[in-house]
């Protein structure tokens, strides 16, 4: 019996019936999962069938609330949302925060089950016990601010919290996010598989409260966590005046910020347009999540000519690089602008511009020449071709029906060498880090069960210099698959699952993560839980993960990097002369798979691993 | 004793000593002005001195919600936002809808006067009992939307309801509205008087009820007046259904349609375009008034390049003039996005509308030669120049600055015969109906308080044909005056002062609209009013109007009408052949001050008319 923090129900929603049901969370589960990403990814293993269309009825779409989620610890409302990707075809797991997660619990659920397929545009309120399946006819097309306005004020209540896709989702874009408030589960076409359920958005009100099964232990794991977090050397100090954008300083200096298509010539790195500096200038206000002391998330303004007046959440460090080193542009008020119209036209920031300044280098390069572009002239730090760009993408018109499913997509309908500058790992655009500088990083791109994808098993330790679980030489490829692998386990297991702000592991207390984790999760769950109990839930769901994956046919072959990270060597700054060879990246995924204990060949995990982590059905599921 | 209906308090908010303090408000004011608008004048009047500049520190802005606003009487969240017109230099009194009328009573206030001037940018919270006031340095700049919701999230209350100004009010554009939520104060430039102010919003929040003094009467009076609202032959059936843009089939078959700045050629009725079933197939929803079961405000989505996704509130009729004949633009889609960036800036799509289609006139004829407009082609058609010029007006970049105060400030700038081309009365820029097909509807623009304001005693008579108090020909002089007093009266006493939608005045119950006020008001409230009482009213506060710019050096010189109107009869359509020539105009108006007993010379109160209304005060003012 489930004593706190755990709501003990799941709601299972079938668009097509128009039914809604709950189910019990079981201990075992709790213990096995911890909940998040745990439950979403083992929820998709069981029932998503291999082969499933991401776009078809059969998949579904999990949103998952940990057990922390809506407790009083800090920065704790977060929710993993799960898919089959339809970017990668392999797991799409996204974290959001905001206030959606911690109200989902208020709801009276730890996660929300989404499957079938509506027969016309759908939304779906949640108000405590109550499930309504209602109209959307009116809502298709909006952005998604006027989306979520428009639920609340027609359900008479602006406390409603509401996720929900723009037209890029609807549209079915591979890059189409799921917006709540102004925060996104960003990545993996999220919003795709909505658009393509037909549901354009999930209103949660919640009046409950989450339970605390052991009050005094409670109060004390909670301080201890809440000390660690002032303790940090960054946490308050920096990262809650500046937020993400002191990454791009951090990043120039390592000569790792990259710009243009991660071109190797290293000569466009706008750290004073874009840095620090610049993001006090323009910064209005703070947008935290709900229970968030900490408030890392900045309103920025734009304050200049043809952008006067345009504000958004953000940009965030990524969206820095993509809509703006990545596109060679440096101009804030052209990046806030670009930031927000993908918010509401529902668009991931990262990959939309990844894909963007992928077509500027091919038009530089006239590999576009054949496309109609109409009267756009796509080229590097043309800010204005970018804006008319995302659009286009959303609606997919014109040349942006074919940038609007990435850029692994677009490369393939180009032709020619256009997969050669094509910035992805299994169809993901890459992040911002240039790996070449961050072999760990680097690693942890080629191997997530994500694709490229910073939040899966970010290595702070190469980044930030921070020595845990011991020193690092970002250069060096010894010990990177180990490190990697802890990385994202901890990540998983202290983040995605609990769950919680990554930012508090990468920044604040990444040597106490799981003894934090385990201490809160007992404490308020009832569930036990030692920091090896914890860390091992971060390496089961990594394998159930890459079980999904390699039932979809995903082997040692797809843990690569684009082809110019093997083989143009950055020719300036911090990281010059690096680059990530095959033979390097092979070196590395042998440690890797090793530390993983998975086949060194085909990078699938062995019968051996899969029972220590009890999960044998998945070695039979496997034939392994 | 106020016993319900009234909260019985005025919050008074001195912005320049940062202090609030609470005052009674009495039976005797409630018996003479009602409330509203009432309320609004009689403090303008009594504590805003002659010559007192609208955008300097002893100019007042009062907010003033009626009695039955707040109550469950129908379609009463009204308030009326009163101060010296920075357009007009006349009273500026402007109506508004949405929640914010009734939260301020629900906050425990009948009515709130903001005064003084902030040293810095500011917004006041009202909570209940607690006044504060906050630095709104993060907010200056921001759209009204995106400042709304920045309120609530950083007042972590989602309940609040919000009037604030766009950039057009911080930049002093006399052009600037007060919105809440989807709403708006329009007209007169009260937003600049925010902005002069450094008062970015007022954000109230209240969890009070509104009293009944008597609630067996008041159920019946209510009872009553729904009754008459079914009775309707126009309400549910029609309006509710499609709202304002109706008006546009209305006109444009009475030839009555105003179009490219009222040139009388009249070959541009885009009713096919614009009209109700053009608006049908945009509309996605609806964004009811607080207490409304008509629901008139209609949601439109645009779908089409460039403007494909942009939702506005509306546009109701008036900005299909403003933004669409007006300017010559037939494209739905533009004038939905030109709607809603007028909202999003704090721009009064009207008098905006109306000055960029002078600008088009102008520069069509060549007169704008001598003044850069950048690239700008500002033609009649031209929507994607009219969106330009709106954010240039915003911000008084370049032309923008020229056109920011309207169109006589521009005219006079401009010089040579700009000014025949500036369609205003006192500077407010003209409503849509083309008064030359409807007599009292042009004696009621030439001698509103306010202007050029259809609001202010709109006559249904001619327009709709509503033989209400008697059958009128749109197109004959006579009985005129008295008709446009009785609609001056009405509006003002049924609508302005209890607070009441107007609509259910002009569609819903004109004959008896003095009766369901005094049922409602004296069931409400405990005050006793007869039906004759309450238009009694009506006729005090235009008095009170009148004399508060009588004393500003108004008088009959300035109850006038475009030039353009006394010398081009319109040349085809259903009010071919007419005009407002000079001399129908002051036969009117002689008519018009005789019914007011006002001195036909001057057009100024005589002392007994204003004792006769109890106002000897004012009489002794006036020194008459």
Redo the contacts between chains.
């Keep these: 019996m489930l004593q706190g923090g755990y709501t003990g129900k799941i709601l299972r929603v079938d668009l097509s019936r128009k039914e809604a049901h709950t189910e019990e969370l079981s201990p075992e589960f709790a213990k096995g999962y911890i909940g998040g990403a745990g439950f979403g990814i083992k929820t998709l293993y069981d029932e998503v069938p291999a082969g499933a269309d991401p776009l078809g009825p059969d998949n579904k779409l999990i949103f998952a609330s940990g057990p922390l989620s809506g407790s009083d610890t800090p920065c704790a409302s977060r929710m993993a949302v799960t898919s089959k990707s339809p970017l990668t075809g392999a797991v799409g797991m996204a974290t959001t925060g905001g206030f959606f997660p911690a109200e989902l619990k208020f709801a009276g659920y730890d996660a929300l089950i989404v499957e079938g397929t509506a027969a016309s545009p759908m939304y779906v309120t949640i108000n405590d016990g109550d499930v309504q399946f209602r109209d959307a006819?009116?809502?298709?097309?909006?952005?998604t601010?006027?989306c979520q306005?428009?639920i609340?004020?027609?359900l008479k209540d602006?406390?409603y919290r509401i996720a929900c896709i723009?037209?890029a989702g609807e549209n079915l874009s591979r890059l189409a996010c799921i917006i709540n408030e102004r925060r996104a589960a960003g990545r993996k076409g999220l919003g795709a598989v909505m658009g393509s359920k037909n549901l354009k958005a999930i209103a949660v009100r919640g009046h409950g409260e989450i339970a605390v099964a052991d009050p005094d232990a409670y109060k004390t794991a909670r301080s201890s966590f809440r000390e660690h977090m002032r303790e940090s050397p960054v946490l308050y100090s920096a990262f809650a005046k500046i937020g993400t954008p002191m990454v791009v300083d951090v990043l120039g200096a390592m000569g790792m910020l990259a710009a243009k298509n991660w071109q190797a010539t290293g000569e466009f790195v706008p750290v004073d347009e874009l840095g620090t500096e610049a993001g006090k200038a323009v910064t209005?206000?703070r947008?935290p999540c709900q229970g968030c002391p900490v408030a890392c998330s900045q309103?920025k303004?734009a304050?200049n000519?043809?952008y006067?007046?345009?504000?958004a959440e953000g940009p965030e460090f990524e969206s820095l690089y993509s809509l703006g080193t990545q596109c060679g542009v440096d101009n804030m008020d052209a990046i806030i602008a670009a930031d927000r119209l993908c918010d509401?036209?529902g668009l991931d920031t990262m990959s939309a511009g990844v894909t963007i300044g992928f077509a500027m280098e091919l038009s530089e390069r006239g590999a576009l020449s054949a496309i109609d572009s109409g009267d756009l002239d796509i080229s590097f730090g043309n800010d204005r071709a970018m804006m008319a760009l995302l659009?286009k993408m959303?609606?997919r018109?014109g040349i942006g029906d074919l940038l609007a499913d990435g850029v692994k997509e677009a490369a393939e309908r180009i032709g020619g060498d256009a997969a050669y500058y094509a910035m992805h790992v299994k169809g993901l655009e890459l992040p911002a880090y240039d790996v070449r500088g961050a072999k760990a990083h680097g690693l942890n791109y080629a191997t997530s069960y994500t694709g490229a994808d910073h939040n899966r098993g970010y290595a702070f330790q190469e980044i930030f210099g921070i020595p845990i679980p011991k020193e690092v030489d970002r250069f060096a490829l010894e010990g990177k698959g180990e490190l990697c692998k802890w990385n994202q386990d901890m990540r998983t297991a202290t983040c995605d699952c609990p769950t919680m702000c990554a930012f508090l592991l990468d920044m604040a207390v990444p040597a106490v993560a799981a003894e934090n984790a385990a201490a809160l999760l007992t404490s308020l769950t009832g569930v036990s839980f030692t920091a090896e109990e914890v860390f091992q839930v971060g390496e089961r769901v990594n394998n159930l993960a890459r079980a999904f994956n390699a039932r979809e046919g995903f082997s040692r072959k797809d843990d690569t990097l684009p082809d110019r990270l093997m083989n143009e060597p950055l020719l300036v700054g911090g990281s010059k002369g690096h680059h990530i060879p095959q033979e390097d990246l092979d070196l590395m995924l042998d440690d890797y798979y090793t530390a993983r204990g998975w086949d060194v060949a085909t990078g699938t995990p062995t019968r051996a691993k899969l029972e220590e982590l009890g999960l044998a059905s998945v070695a039979d599921d496997l034939g392994v």
């Design positions: 006819a009116g809502l298709w097309g909006t952005h601010s006027d306005q428009m609340k004020d027609s602006q406390g723009g037209p209005v206000g947008n309103l303004l304050r000519a043809p006067t007046g345009i504000m509401e036209l659009e959303a609606y018109d």
